[in-house]
């Protein structure tokens, strides 16, 4: 099964979440057949899920938090992070929930890997980490098989936002990008190969 790809450049994020749901909702409904790779760059904006608790903000008002319906606490999303949410059918491609969130992950550490930046997991902690700290994302909402929501890989994204709160409610664990280890980085191209490594592993 292949992977239709869409590419949003930059755009708001409730944009975003509107044309996510819009498809999301036609698969449920089985109007849709293909699966999607939606890719965006959004401005700046911080997501809270499931499990976000009021001490894992720091320094942010309520005017500049969106409440989404995915697994996860508080994040940040702005310029220089590639964003991609998968929209997918996971029962036609037999994946579990926990299967299909260790390639996302997946994806990630290999494009990391590709350009020569060590990456890895760490037991109990979902994303991807580096020795310099977190640099990939993962949050995800599964409804009737379809998912939506998905992934972020800090390329050189301004930390100082991360900042303000504590990132996915790790508390120890800082935040890195790939600027942090590369003089020389290009954003188009490991957008590239993120997207390869996702088409690789779905």
Same mark, same amino acid.
């Given at each position: 099964?292949?992977? +239709? %790809?869409?590419? #949003?450049?930059?755009?708001? !994020?409730?944009?975003?979440?509107? !044309?996510?749901? /819009?498809?999301?909702? +036609?698969?449920?409904?089985?109007?849709?057949?293909?699966?999607?790779?939606?890719?965006?760059?959004?401005?700046?904006?911080?997501?809270?899920?499931?499990?976000?608790?009021? +001490?894992? *903000? /720091?320094?942010?008002?309520?005017? +500049?938090?969106?409440?989404?319906?995915?697994?996860?606490?508080?994040?940040?999303?702005?310029?220089?992070?590639?964003?991609?949410?998968? %929209?997918?059918?996971?029962?036609?491609?037999?994946?579990?929930?926990? $299967? !299909?969130?260790?390639?996302?992950?997946?994806?990630?550490?290999?494009? #990391?890997?590709?350009?020569?930046?060590?990456?890895?997991?760490?037991?109990? /902690? $979902?994303?991807?980490?580096?020795? /310099?700290?977190?640099?990939?994302?993962?949050?995800?909402?599964?409804?009737?098989?379809?998912?939506?929501?998905?992934?972020?890989? =800090?390329?050189?994204?301004?930390?100082? *936002?991360? =900042?303000?709160?504590?990132?996915?409610?790790?508390?120890?664990?800082?935040?890195? =990008?790939?600027?942090?280890?590369?003089? =020389?980085? !290009?954003?188009?191209?490991?957008?590239?190969?993120?997207?390869?490594?996702?088409?690789?592993?779905?």
């Amino acid at each position: 099964m292949s992977l +239709e %790809i869409i590419d #949003l450049l930059r755009k708001d !994020y409730i944009f975003v979440l509107g !044309y996510q749901l /819009k498809i999301f909702h +036609e698969k449920q409904l089985g109007f849709e057949d293909r699966d999607f790779l939606i890719l965006v760059e959004h401005f700046p904006v911080y997501t809270c899920g499931k499990s976000t608790k009021k +001490e894992h *903000f /720091k320094d942010i008002n309520q005017g +500049e938090i969106i409440t989404i319906e995915r697994g996860g606490s508080v994040t940040f999303h702005g310029l220089g992070q590639i964003v991609i949410y998968p %929209i997918i059918d996971i029962h036609k491609r037999k994946l579990s929930v926990k $299967r !299909y969130i260790w390639k996302l992950e997946e994806s990630m550490i290999k494009t #990391l890997t590709e350009i020569g930046i060590e990456a890895f997991r760490v037991e109990g /902690k $979902r994303g991807v980490f580096t020795k /310099k700290g977190k640099i990939g994302f993962v949050g995800v909402r599964v409804s009737k098989g379809i998912t939506m929501h998905g992934i972020s890989l =800090n390329v050189d994204v301004d930390k100082n *936002f991360f =900042n303000k709160i504590i990132p996915c409610g790790l508390d120890d664990t800082p935040i890195s =990008n790939v600027s942090d280890f590369l003089d =020389n980085h !290009y954003f188009d191209d490991i957008k590239k190969l993120l997207i390869k490594h996702l088409q690789l592993e779905f």
